[in-house]
């Protein structure tokens, strides 16, 4: 069966080459290091930013690419494509180039797009964006961190968790109330810059089941101190409908990701069950095998339909929120479905670490919890089912 997305052009297969080649060259051969310390080099993030692969779809004259989505949806699928290996969880990229570089290209100033754009672009500046507090998960407008306005600074208060990129970000986009008796309407969003940053601290790398190679970070803001040039877009009042506005695209992304790792997942496990002798011949050649991997592919078959359906949708500007929802949702829970099933195919085998598909279903339970939870992207869906 041979398929390709409508999307896929003469251009991104080059890319998707280029892109393969230098991550086996400058990342799955790390990847276990990686891992250990929890985190990639700081360096590999420099190192990326020469390649071309950060910021690919922000236009040349902030230092990206000028590419589009497409370009981002390849350089993720190929970050966890790899022969015999399970690709790389570490390296986050898509919160970096595809969710936080759009927030300043889409809702910066000026003089913020170019202050801040070209240095995620080359490497240099590594970007978080911080949500998430220990009392808060998809609930964005119960926050409790705060921006208050003191004389012509604005004073941060409050911790975060579950921050990615945390432990090496220089730049930290912080969702917090600028007028806590607004509600969601009093949410904004302020870039902290953390180098020398008095009042910042950066707590532990939080021990995670999977994503071992990503770190993943306690962040905390005792009187942090920056000027009204840090508000994102100069104007108070707009995070939650900055955040709304950008979620859609996040939740895409993570289906896209989920996508790639249940493809691969379904690869590893066909060459392990081709090679694994039981009884005198293949484990692949036995039924129950063969079925359970013919519906591991049929699954994933349809999950890519979809996605790249959406990925159309997307470019085009007509994907709503409730089909990302419906996207995000649906590929990740496939995902943790079907790298179970491979698993299982494993024997033992897939129950040790050492083998990229006991990696894969480690990083794969995650998939469902963040860009909102599965039962968040439920409800939203739910909420489209009668016009009001």
């Given at each position: 069966?041979?398929?390709?997305a409508?999307?896929?052009?003469?251009?991104?297969?080059m890319?998707?080459?280029?892109?393969?080649?230098f991550?086996?060259?400058?990342?799955?051969?790390h990847?276990?290091?990686?891992r250990?310390q929890?985190?990639?080099?700081?360096?590999?993030?420099?190192?990326?930013?020469?390649a071309?692969?950060?910021c690919?779809?922000?236009?040349?004259?902030?230092?990206?690419a000028?590419?589009?989505?497409?370009?981002?949806?390849?350089?993720?699928?190929?970050?966890?494509?790899?022969?015999?290996?399970?690709g790389?969880?570490?390296?986050?990229n898509?919160?970096?180039?595809?969710?936080?570089a759009?927030y300043?290209?889409?809702?910066?100033t000026?003089?913020?797009?170019?202050?801040?754009?070209?240095?995620?672009?080359?490497?240099?500046?590594v970007?978080?964006?911080?949500m998430t507090?220990?009392?808060t998960?998809?609930?964005?407008?119960?926050?409790?961190?705060?921006?208050?306005?003191?004389g012509?600074?604005?004073?941060?208060?409050?911790?975060?968790?579950?921050?990615?990129?945390?432990?090496?970000?220089?730049?930290?986009?912080?969702v917090?109330?600028?007028?806590?008796?607004?509600?969601?309407?009093?949410?904004?969003?302020?870039?902290?810059?953390?180098?020398n940053?008095?009042?910042?601290?950066?707590?532990?790398?939080?021990?995670?089941?999977?994503?071992?190679?990503?770190?993943?970070?306690?962040?905390?803001?005792?009187?942090?101190?920056v000027?009204p040039?840090?508000?994102?877009?100069?104007?108070?009042?707009?995070?939650?409908?900055?955040?709304?506005?950008a979620?859609?695209?996040?939740?895409?992304?993570i289906?896209?990701g989920?996508?790639?790792?249940?493809?691969?997942?379904?690869?590893?496990?066909?060459?392990?069950?081709?090679?694994?002798?039981v009884?005198?011949?293949?484990?692949?050649e036995?039924?129950?095998?063969?079925?359970?991997?013919?519906?591991?592919?049929?699954i994933?078959?349809?999950?890519?339909?979809?996605?790249?359906?959406?990925?159309?949708?997307?470019m085009?500007?007509?994907?709503?929120?409730?089909?990302?929802?419906?996207?995000?949702w649906?590929?990740?829970?496939?995902?943790?479905?079907?790298?179970?099933?491979?698993?299982?195919?494993?024997?033992?085998?897939?129950?040790?670490?050492?083998?990229?598909?006991?990696q894969l279903?480690?990083d794969?339970?995650?998939?469902?919890?963040?860009?909102g939870?599965?039962?968040i992207?439920k409800?939203?869906?739910?909420?489209?089912?009668?016009?009001?």
């Open positions: 069966m041979s398929y390709e409508t999307w896929m052009t003469d251009e991104l297969r890319l998707a080459d280029e892109i393969n080649r991550y086996r060259a400058e990342m799955f051969p990847e276990d290091r990686w250990a929890g985190h990639v080099d700081r360096a590999f993030w420099n190192k990326a930013g020469d071309g692969i950060l690919a779809s922000i236009p040349e004259e902030y230092g990206g000028g590419g589009d989505f497409r370009h981002e949806c390849v350089i993720l699928t190929e970050q966890h494509r790899g022969k015999g290996a399970s790389s969880s570490g390296f986050g898509s919160v970096h180039s595809q969710i936080c759009h300043f290209l889409d809702y910066g000026e003089e913020q797009k170019k202050r801040w754009l070209p240095g995620m672009a080359s490497g240099e500046l970007c978080a964006i911080a507090e220990p009392g998960g998809s609930d964005l407008q119960s926050i409790k961190t705060t921006a208050t306005l003191d012509n600074e604005y004073v941060i208060n409050g911790s975060k968790t579950f921050i990615s990129n945390g432990q090496l970000a220089d730049l930290v986009i912080v917090c109330k600028t007028d806590p008796s607004q509600g969601g309407k009093g949410i904004s969003l302020v870039v902290v810059e953390t180098e940053q008095k009042g910042f601290a950066r707590g532990r790398n939080l021990d995670k089941i999977g994503l071992k190679s990503q770190d993943t970070s306690e962040l905390f803001f005792d009187n942090v101190r000027g040039e840090n508000l994102l877009g100069g104007a108070e009042g707009q995070g939650f409908k900055q955040l709304m506005t979620l859609p695209r996040e939740r895409l992304i289906a896209v989920g996508i790639a790792a249940m493809e691969t997942a379904l690869a590893v496990t066909i060459d392990y069950t081709a090679n694994r002798q009884f005198g011949k293949s484990l692949l036995m039924q129950n095998t063969r079925f359970k991997l013919a519906e591991a592919k049929t994933a078959h349809v999950a890519r339909v979809f996605v790249d359906n959406c990925i159309d949708r997307f085009a500007g007509t994907l709503d929120a409730s089909t990302a929802s419906m996207a995000k649906w590929v990740t829970q496939m995902q943790c479905d079907v790298v179970d099933e491979c698993l299982q195919l494993h024997g033992g085998y897939g129950y040790m670490s050492d083998y990229p598909i006991a279903y480690a794969a339970r995650v998939q469902k919890i963040y860009g939870s599965n039962e992207m409800e939203l869906i739910a909420r489209s089912l009668v016009a009001t």
